[in-house]
């Protein structure tokens, strides 16, 4: 059977973890203004990406995989989405270490040696980035992300 789509794919893990990203062949949706709006229409509009590629015979659930998109924040300089067998997560530390490297190896951002730093906008919000490049090459990526808090601290259960 012959397929009326192609989806343009690296294959990448961090530490062993699949972190896979397309780079082509899915196009951004219109009307967006943030990431999250993004999430929420793969999810609710156009899952059939995440299944046709996260669900056997070609995904697994052990796997993730990465979907850049144009950003919606000005500041940023590429924009993702992860991909789960089961869910959209709005963020994830080493699908933002794969999509960071493979945005730089593949020259989709500018790498500048000794240091790249880059911003990324993702569904929880904008992430900074920086790159130990060497060679043409990540050699680390570290990130900073979204802030967080406690809702409740020491609360009894039961």
């Known amino acids: 059977m012959r397929s009326n789509r192609t989806i343009s794919i690296v294959g990448v893990h ?4 699949i972190g896979d990203v397309i780079i082509g062949g899915v196009l ?9 709006e993004k999430l929420v229409y793969f999810r609710d509009q156009a899952d059939d990406v995440r299944q046709l590629l996260m ?6 659930s052990s796997q993730c995989m990465n979907m850049i998109l144009a950003p919606c924040d000005p500041r940023a300089d590429a ?3 992860t991909l789960e067998s089961d869910e959209y997560p709005p963020m994830s530390g080493a699908n933002t270490i ?4 493979v945005l730089l190896e593949t020259g989709m951002v500018e790498m500048k040696e000794p240091v790249t ?3 990324l906008d ?3 919000g904008l992430i900074g980035v920086t790159a130990d490049c060497e060679g043409g090459n990540c050699k680390a990526v570290a990130f900073d992300n979204v802030p967080s808090f ?9």
């Open 122 to 124: 993702t569904a929880a």
């Open 117 to 119: 730093t880059l911003k």
């Open 79 to 81: 924009a993702f989405l």
């Open 150 to 158: 406690v809702y409740v601290l020491d609360y009894k259960i039961g």
């Open 28 to 36: 951004d949706p219109r009307g967006c203004s943030s990431m999250y």
């Open 98 to 101: 794969a999509t960071a490297t």
């Open 55 to 60: 669900q056997e015979p070609r995904g697994r």
């Open 14 to 17: 961090a530490e062993g973890e």
